[in-house]
Every structure is written in structure tokens, then in C-alpha cells.
Nanobody, 123 residues
């Protein structure tokens, strides 16, 4: 069993930065893929960024490339999402998810989710 706990959301002005954290309890295998998603009311949860736990390969949605950076600290069982140059369109609830099957940008394939953290970017 895995539990994910996110933190780090908040209110920031356009152009500002935030760093989200996702702490995982339980065993994390090297084949695991950790993904960050975001969701706004009335829309599906969309992939933002992700990282292969073992080798550290990273993946990004086109909308955040060059602005967001995903990383992990294996010893802490924690994944981070550094978000720079934030825009009002980035406003959403951000979730971290764990997929034991490997790389995926599809929310339905993830087995575990955190509770979500609100990110609000004012213009």
C-alpha cells in the first residue's frame, strides 16, 4: 500500500514560482512512474510532468516545457515539481500519482493519488 501526500500549493502572482512536494510512504520500485497532473472544474485531469523513479527520465506536457521541472530524491521518497514563470492558465488543483506499470500520461492507469493541492495564479 502506498500513500501520497502533497504540499506546497498556494496563491502567486503571474510570473512567480512555487514548488510542490509529494511524499510517498511504502515501497517505491525502480519501475515506478511518478506523475504530476492538474485538474480544473468541469475538465479531465491532465498530465503535466512525470519521472521514472529508477533512472530519473523526465517528461513534460508541451504547455509547461521550459517552465516546470520535475525531480525526485530517492532517499526521501519524495517527488518535486518546481514551477517557474507561472501563468493564470496554470491555476488548478495539482495531484501527484503513482503508476507501477511505468510511464503513462493517462490518469486512469495510475493506482495511487495524493489529496491534491490548490495552485492559484493571479493576473
Amino acid at each position: 500500500q502506498v500513500q501520497l501526500v502533497e504540499s506546497g500549493g498556494g496563491l502567486v502572482e503571474s510570473g512567480g514560482s512555487l514548488r510542490l512536494s509529494c511524499a510517498a510512504s511504502g515501497r517505491i520500485y525502480s519501475s515506478t512512474f511518478m506523475g504530476w497532473f492538474r485538474q480544473v472544474p468541469g475538465k479531465e485531469r491532465e498530465f503535466v510532468a512525470g519521472i521514472r523513479w529508477g533512472v530519473g527520465n523526465t517528461y513534460y506536457a508541451d504547455s509547461v516545457k521550459g517552465r516546470f521541472t520535475v525531480s525526485r530524491v530517492s532517499a526521501e521518497n519524495t517527488v518535486y515539481l518546481q514551477m517557474n514563470n507561472l501563468k493564470p492558465d496554470d491555476t488548478a488543483v495539482y495531484y501527484c500519482g503513482l503508476d507501477r506499470g511505468g510511464y503513462s500520461t493517462v490518469a486512469s492507469s495510475y493506482e495511487y493519488w495524493g489529496q491534491g493541492t490548490q495552485v492559484t495564479v493571479s493576473s
